[in-house]
């Protein structure tokens, strides 16, 4: 369970991103943080995993204080998505998902065999395994983002805007993988994207900030549709 309590972030020049958020993110569930460009949503995501600090409140994790915990062992609990993946253009595929299991120190071939079974569990064809991600379509190479977040087994998966650079088919295609995988595996994942369509389809629970970094809701999908 993540707890974000009373949190706020001013950035430097003034801009308030996030204005006193407080949203309670269970576990085994998919929770869609919804709303226009610019109302704070990669920056709640980033607080989570610590690449922004909030100016005040405070983030915790099954209880704990994520300040409590050193910034590698916390990210090291948290896969993170983004859109057009953010894959390492030099590595291939297999490459790509195996380099988190061998930062935790996992063998050449345990990670490589880690790697084929994520890219069986994100319905990657194992021929693809060799090729580099400008050899992929954008919907292949967000397949491989998700698999390399998966890596490390994270009890949290966060994703911000992970299908938003491809096109409508695809997106479809790659939000029911998500739903088949969280099915399966029951992370607490914290989904950001500004397509309320998006947020439905997926979503266990949506947060909608509005502009300014409030919460404006915070409910299923059902009470959203007929609020
Ligand atoms: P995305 O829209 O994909 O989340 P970014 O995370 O790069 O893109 O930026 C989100 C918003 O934050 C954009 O509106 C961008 O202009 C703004 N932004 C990013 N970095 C800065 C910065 N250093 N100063 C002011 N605004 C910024
Ligand atoms: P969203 O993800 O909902 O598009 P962001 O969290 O990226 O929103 O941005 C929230 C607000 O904070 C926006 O007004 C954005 O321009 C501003 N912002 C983001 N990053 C920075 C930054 N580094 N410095 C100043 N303002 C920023």
Same mark, same amino acid.
């Given at each position: 369970m993540i707890a974000i309590e009373d949190v706020s972030k001013r950035y430097a020049d003034g801009t308030v991103a996030v204005d006193r958020l407080s949203l309670q993110i269970p576990d085994r569930s998919i929770t869609v943080l919804v709303g226009p460009s610019g109302c704070g949503k990669t920056t709640t995501l980033r607080m989570i995993n610590r690449m922004i600090e909030p100016s005040s409140g405070t983030i915790r994790v099954d209880g704990e204080d994520v300040r409590s915990r050193p910034v590698n062992t916390l990210r090291r609990s948290m896969g993170y998505v983004i859109q057009n993946a953010g894959l390492f253009?030099?590595? *291939? +595929? /297999?490459?790509? &998902? #195996? *380099?988190?299991? $061998?930062?935790?120190?996992?063998?050449?071939? $345990?990670?490589? =065999?880690?790697? #084929?079974e994520l890219m069986e569990r994100v319905g990657l064809d194992p021929a693809m395994a060799r090729r580099y991600p400008y050899q992929l379509s954008g919907g292949q190479q967000q397949r491989v983002g998700v698999a390399r977040a998966l890596a490390a087994d994270p009890p949290i998966l966060l994703m911000d805007e992970p299908f938003s650079a491809v096109d409508p088919v +695809? $997106? $479809?295609?790659?939000? =029911? =993988?998500? /739903?088949? &995988?969280?099915?399966? /595996?029951?992370? #607490? &994942? +914290?989904? +950001? *994207?500004?397509d309320m369509d998006e947020a439905i389809t997926i979503g266990d629970r949506i947060a909608v900030l509005r502009t300014g970094g409030r919460l404006a809701q915070f409910a299923a999908p059902d009470e959203i549709l007929s609020s």
């Open positions: 253009q030099h590595r *291939t +595929v /297999l490459d790509n &998902i #195996a *380099t988190v299991p $061998r930062l935790l120190g996992w063998s050449k071939q $345990r990670a490589r =065999e880690r790697a #084929a +695809v $997106r $479809r295609g790659l939000q =029911e =993988e998500l /739903l088949r &995988i969280q099915g399966e /595996l029951g992370k #607490a &994942i +914290v989904f +950001v *994207t500004h």
